[in-house]
């Protein structure tokens, strides 16, 4: 059970925006910057997103990213096929002491 | 390019000590000013961040993992290392170094920009 809360799958048809959650608490979300990482099949995770809503150079900006609360979540606008992959949400949380990972969401296009 | 190579034993028996190194291309340990990780994908489990070193020797590891967790770093090799002791079948995983970039290490967070490729280890009994 990771301290982070994502869903553990979501689908949207090719074009559409699809939102995917990221559940926390004070100690990590709340306080804290949020990272987004996207893993495609059989590679390594790539960044996606830092420090909450930045994005590096070379991430597409449909990719954006935010957080209100004790919550964040990451929007793909206009999916597209090769966006299939797993999406993992990640933050420091104090009380642990150590950058924590969500469970992953893995996002279908259909 | 920064990039990044695990090396090391694919199989370890259980409770033994496993060893991984990463070794670096394209950036400096020594001067760099950057944070060396190591992460694990655990087998339907997600992401764990293991650990970080920095090129003093200074180390900050997952409070979870703490106890078995040794890292060290060469610089003249342009290398970290990880070692792992006492492990379970539930260490096996894909283990993973990468880099936290220089100015980014803060105590709100820090990020992954460059990873290896990844490297599977299983613990066999």
């Known amino acids: ?110 | 390019q920064v990039q990044l190579q695990e090396s090391g034993p694919g199989l370890v028996k259980s409770s033994q000590s496993v060893s991984l190194t990463c070794s670096v291309s394209g950036d400096s340990i020594r001067h760099s000013g950057a944070y060396w990780n190591w992460i694990r994908h655990l087998p339907g489990k997600g992401l764990e961040w293991i650990g970080y070193i920095y090129f003093s020797g200074y180390t900050q590891s997952n409070p979870s993992l703490k106890s078995r967790v040794s890292l060290s770093v060469d610089t003249s090799k342009n290398q970290f290392s990880l070692e792992l002791d006492s492990v379970t079948a539930a260490d096996t995983a894909v283990y993973y170094c990468a880099r936290t970039p220089p100015l980014f290490y803060d105590r709100s967070g820090f990020h992954f920009d460059s990873w290896g490729r990844g490297i599977r280890v299983t613990v066999s009994s």
Not at chain 1, 20 to 43: A, E, H, K, R
């Open chain 1, 1 to 110: 059970q990771s301290v982070l809360t994502q869903p553990p799958s979501a689908s949207a048809t090719p074009g559409q925006t699809i939102t995917i959650s990221c559940s926390g608490s004070n100690s990590n979300i709340g306080d804290n910057y949020v990272y987004w990482y996207q893993q495609l099949p059989g590679t390594a995770p790539k960044l996606l997103i830092y420090r909450t809503d930045q994005r590096p150079a070379g991430v597409p900006a449909r990719f954006t990213a935010s957080k209100s609360g004790t919550s964040a979540s990451l929007a793909v606008s206009g999916l597209q096929s090769e966006d299939e992959a797993d999406y993992y949400c990640a933050s420091w949380d104090d009380s642990l002491s150590s950058m924590i990972f969500g469970g992953g969401t893995k996002l279908t296009a259909l």
